[in-house]
């Protein structure tokens, strides 16, 4: 949230003259309480996902995220299409709320990238990217819907089968120790 809160207000910003400030105010307010309760609380600013990959090398966190990224993207095929697609749809159809999307999804993408990933299994840090992409497929659906309706079909339709290709890992839930797919 720290860091997704201000790429939104940046797209919301946009290219409007007058600063969001209400909006700034809120998330500095908003990220003071977080800070301040996280410090009470843990005794730390940042969550744990943070300090156990802090000490690492920056070129061996970036392996291991984009050995994370690369795990959840060819589990979970639908976001890296709905990446595609959202660049696609903002160059054919561009609009603040599609661009708005497409940094949520790029930014929710390159953090877990940044931090090393993480060390748990079912890739819990992209797990909100999944709605995201969900949403990302509506955007292109009803970009397509006027011109191509049987193209917008088509990808409500793959989306549909891409988003139900993680389902098969509930079934070796408790099997998984975290292997990774690509190592």
Avoid at 42 to 56: D, M
Avoid at 87 to 96: Q, Y
Avoid at 152 to 181: E, F, K, N, Q, T
Wanted: hydrophobic content about 55%; overall charge positive.
């Amino acid at each position: 949230s720290l860091v997704l809160a201000p790429a939104l207000i940046a797209v919301a910003w946009g290219g409007s003259k007058d600063p969001p400030l209400r909006t700034v105010a809120a998330f500095v307010i908003t990220a003071a309480a977080l800070l301040i309760w996280r410090l009470a609380y843990f005794g730390y600013p940042l969550p744990n996902t943070y300090y156990a990959t802090a000490g690492e090398p920056i070129v061996q966190r970036l392996a291991a995220g984009f050995d994370y990224f690369s795990d959840f993207g060819l589990a979970n095929p639908l976001v890296p299409v709905a990446l595609v697609a959202g660049v696609i749809t903002t160059a054919r159809s561009p609009s603040r709320a599609q661009a708005g999307l497409l940094a949520l999804m790029v930014v929710s993408c390159v953090v877990p990238i940044i931090e090393g990933g993480d060390r748990f299994g079912f890739w819990r840090m992209y797990q909100p990217v999944v709605l995201l992409a969900l949403i990302q497929v509506a955007f292109t659906a009803a970009a397509l819907a006027t011109t191509k309706p049987t193209q917008a079909r088509m990808v409500c339709i793959a989306a549909i089968l891409l988003a139900l290709v993680p389902w098969r890992h509930w079934a070796v839930l408790g099997d998984l120790d975290y292997p990774s797919a690509t190592t």
